[in-house]
């Protein structure tokens, strides 16, 4: 078994009023040296199969098709052999 | 003048359904039915409605999921094969995500959920949903939404534009198009859109909450006109 663990961004040309938000409120807790807050989400799931390449596979797959909008966002994942 | 047949399918999470069957069954006096979003096929309709609300609770993405629904399958192929179909609120999200209507809808730029009565210009008057109303009329409608921050690249807006897509957008009482009438930092404004072809409409505000009179607004009511009157043409004319 592989897990997947996915990380969906928005994209770099979208604006993030989270993440500004979010910033906003670092600066007053006088961190004023963090900048470019964003917000994603984390997604993690484990795939059925001996073979990486096909986790990797279905991993890309599931991404494009429903946990990123690629209008909107941006993916990355890295998928490890996983023992339950 | 003969009945037309409205679907209004329903899914899980859905809360403005029952308001547009009201409007369409009782007030219009058409057949109205509720299509379940498990069902394969749409039936016989002339028109579908997906309605507004938090379908699948709005997990990972506003309509994310409902368009993998089994009756979005045979939406698709309706709004494909020429059937027109209205999105309100959630399901205008849904058919962006089902990829018939372009861009997207991102969270308000207020971060905030907007729930309140809002100018609309009428920026085409010559669509089936809008032909009730005059070119650059201002409609009062109310919207509801945490997420209806239309966005779409340069390349899209553009062809919106030069194919006079964008039907509604949020504007100040006289009509005024500025930062200050716009509820959730849309681009250029855009508050309802049409496919290329002009069956397919997609708007944030909701013309069901204002078409009953007994609610205080009736603008809405143009828009479920404008699409009988545009249906009831193309009955007598074939």
Redesign the interface.
């Known amino acids: 078994m592989y897990q997947s663990k996915i990380v969906v961004t928005l994209r770099k040309?979208?604006?993030d009023?989270?993440g500004k938000?979010v910033e906003h409120g670092v600066h007053s807790l006088g961190f004023e040296k963090v900048k470019d807050v964003r917000i994603g989400?984390f997604v993690e799931l484990n795939v059925q199969t001996d073979n990486k390449s096909e986790a990797e596979r279905i991993t890309k797959e599931v991404c494009e098709k429903?946990?990123a909008?690629p209008?909107?966002e941006d993916f990355h994942f890295t998928v490890e052999n996983h023992k339950p | 003048m003969s009945k037309l047949k409205f679907g209004v399918v329903v899914f899980p999470g859905s809360n403005c359904d029952h308001d547009a069957h009201y409007v369409v069954g009782t007030l219009l006096g058409h057949d109205a039915r509720f299509i379940w979003h498990k069902e394969g096929s749409l039936g016989d309709v002339d028109v579908v409605i997906l309605p507004g609300g938090f379908s699948y609770g709005d997990y990972l993405r506003c309509g994310a999921i409902a368009r993998f629904s089994p009756v979005m399958k045979d939406v698709v192929r309706f709004a494909n094969n020429g059937g027109i179909v209205m999105g309100i609120c959630n399901g205008f999200q849904i058919l962006t995500e089902a990829g018939l209507l372009p861009g997207v809808l991102l969270r308000n730029a207020s971060l905030k959920f907007v729930c309140k009565y809002v100018h609309l210009r009428v920026e085409n008057a010559e669509t089936r949903f809008s032909s009730k109303c005059q070119q650059g009329e201002v409609l009062e409608i109310p919207i509801a939404h945490g997420d209806g921050n239309y966005f779409v690249d340069a390349g899209m807006l553009q062809k919106l534009e030069e194919n006079r897509q964008i039907v509604l957008r949020y504007c100040g009482p006289g009509g005024q198009v500025t930062d200050a009438a716009n509820p959730n930092g849309a681009i250029s404004n855009i508050a309802g859109i049409v496919n290329e072809t002009g069956n397919v409409l997609g708007m944030m505000p909701h013309p069901e909450r204002a078409s009953d009179p007994v609610l205080g607004h009736t603008d809405g009511r143009k828009i479920f006109d404008s699409l009988v009157e545009s249906l009831v043409q193309q009955t007598v004319l074939t």
């Open positions: 040309s979208i604006l009023p989270q938000a989400k429903l946990l909008n209008i909107m």
